[in-house]
């Protein structure tokens, strides 16, 4: 890819320990509280996972000017307001500064120093400047820059440029200022007079290098940020979503902030910009990963059947072609991650795009499947047929490795992801004892995955007509759920291994994964109960979701990323899974803990927390280095509304199935703008009654839910 993914987002973020996040497309901007991007800091302007900004430090006749409030404009806009030091002696000062700054492939910074004195200011306005060009990780992780590239420092009268060259490619930044100030090796600098009661102004602009070429800034100095594109895509994206009504206030608060961190989180395709996608998390995860835009567009499909659309049609273009041990592609195969470094570490493999992931591909063919069954034209959905019957090979030919039915993972390179489920960490696979699995290793929740490929790939080929296909992928679908259940199931314990290792033994720990297992309907009914009533027990339930790995494991750390701790997303998913076998109180549990979760957080959940034990008035624990907002767990709330209302279209078939279970202290709850296909659909649910509005011609309403 040659260009950079473009942003289109709500409200800016806030960063740890006081520091505030702007985002846009392919840059953002981590800095503290008065606008300082402070050198040896996890803080800098980023553009295409490279920090082009490692120093950015106003000073006024050389002294730190002091942070008062930042005021949020848009996710790409803030403006700092701060004042001079005081005089020694003094506890005031009557010098007041705004940097009020846009991103935008680049940065705009516009300038005000206002003079409330009786005298005359007159001072030394400067910023320092410089760049290491750092990778993203590398700064992510507070590591040492590993370029030790000379850089390159040009001073003339019309700019400052700093550049740096390695492997044939360069990354560079030119400032400029208008009007034009001072230029030397350290940065910028004005030499101001104002006058009482006066106020003077600059514009400082921030442009990355490419190799040869200029980035062209969105937000130019002298141009109006009210007409940017940015600005346009986020009052569209406002207008779109659903309309929700009810009592509790606190579940209103949190359904608007999910959209508005959705929003945040959107980047299109350059190659067509009319295609969105959602990018994994914000600050440092603004790309594209297969397996998190995958979900995230299942989470929110009811409300933005789009966002699942540009992600299946962005995915299918970058399927993979050949067979590449670095990058881990394969024909067939769904990418886990792209990114636009020149140092290619960032994908692992060594390109802009990594394929090491086991689940993408299947969730690929389950999300085109659930788009059909949402009523989307067959116009959008035959294109993307034939990445479907290319996925499914991949899930034949190279998922599973050894031909015994199952999709099984170990990385091709040692620069790979060792494990490439969703719970992809170093230490994210062990056995009830703590110990790692070896690989290859095939999980429980990629065979209900793949299960559910199947599935929706039969429904596919009957709503084409192709009866005989459609017989073929059922009878695939249930060889391998009895397979499944046959190598999986655990007798002793009453639940599934989390995986089978590489010499095809069950490892054996009870995890959150399972419950993926009931999402997919790959569980057998007569294991349901088994499996619910672990996934709902004190050991996996925290009070605020379930834990991904059970209190009684031998890996257990409720204050690990994979090993105990709380994933929105994923108690989302597993409540999904719970109610699809009918186990209403336990799915509503664990629906109510996520919900909990998020009032207790402010309305923003966050990717993930702590697993320790809920305490009376104490919010969840939180995980130190946590993307917020973060994609899935932005979208988590939507499915868990989707789930409490029972609401499953088969618009194939001509059914749409409602059966609300909605919580009383949440009712009367009103959801307008549901779409299906070209219509919109209002539920009104209030106490021992629900109403559907909007069904088109052709559709029935089934007031059941659909069966497991």
Known sequence: MTAPWEFGGGPPAEGQQGTTTLLEGSSFCVSGAAGDIEPGQVEGLFFRDTRILSTWRLRLDDRPVQGLTIRHHEPFSATFVCRAAPAAGHADSPVLIRRTRHLGD????????????????????SVEVDADFADIFEVKENRP?????????????????????????????RVTGAPSPRYDLHG?????????????????????????????????????????IPIGRLSEWRERTAVVSGPDDGLLAILRQSWEDLGILRIHDPESPEREVVAAGAPWFMTLFGRDALLTSWMTLPLSPRLALGTLQVLARHQGRREDRGTEEQPGRILHEMRFGPRSVLALGGGNVYYGTADATALFVMLVGELSRWGAPWSDIAPLLPHVDRALRWIDEFGD????????????????????????????????????????????????YTYAAMVARAELARRAGESDLAAHWEQRARRLRGSFDEHFWLEGRGHHALALDGSKRPVDSLTSNIGHCLWTGIVRPERASSVAAHL???????GWGVRTLASSMGAYNP???????????????VAAGLMRYGFVEGATTVARGVLDAARATGGRLPELFCGFDREEGEPPVPYPTACSPQAWAAAAPLLVLRTLLRLDPRAPDGRVHLAPVVPDSLLPLVVSG?????????????????????????????PTPVAP
């Not at 705009?108 to 005298?119: H, K």
């Not at 960490?425 to 929740?445: F, K, V, Y």
């Not at 204050?559 to 998913?573: C, E, K, L, R, T």
């Open 106 to 125: 680049g940065m705009r910074e516009d300038l005000t120093v206002s003079n409330f004195g009786p005298e005359p200011l007159r001072c030394t306005l």
């Open 145 to 173: 820059p590993t370029n030790t590239v000379e850089m390159g420092v040009e001073v003339s009268g019309d700019g400052l440029d700093l550049a740096r060259t390695w492997g044939g490619h360069t990354r560079g930044v």
């Open 188 to 228: 910028v600098s004005y030499r101001l007079e104002v006058a009482p009661n006066a106020t003077w102004s600059a514009c400082l602009q921030v442009l990355p290098r490419l190799d040869e070429d200029t980035v062209v800034p969105r937000h130019p100095c002298g141009q109006e940020v009210a007409e940017s």
């Open 401 to 448: 490795r050894d031909g015994d039915g199952f999709v099984e993972y170990a990385r091709l390179s040692d620069g790979g992801l060792v494990n490439q489920g969703w719970k992809d960490s170093w230490d994210g696979i062990t056995d009830a004892a703590g110990r790692a699995a070896e690989g290859p290793i095939a999980l429980c929740e990629v065979q209900g």
């Open 536 to 542: 709902t027990s004190p050991e996996m339930f925290s």
């Open 559 to 573: 204050m690990s990323y994979h090993n105990g701790s709380v994933w929105p997303h994923d108690s989302a998913i």
């Open 674 to 702: 549901v779409r299906l296909g070209e219509a919109l659909l209002t539920v009104d649910v209030g106490p021992g009654r629900w109403r559907l509005d909007g069904l088109p011609p052709g559709l029935e309403l089934e």
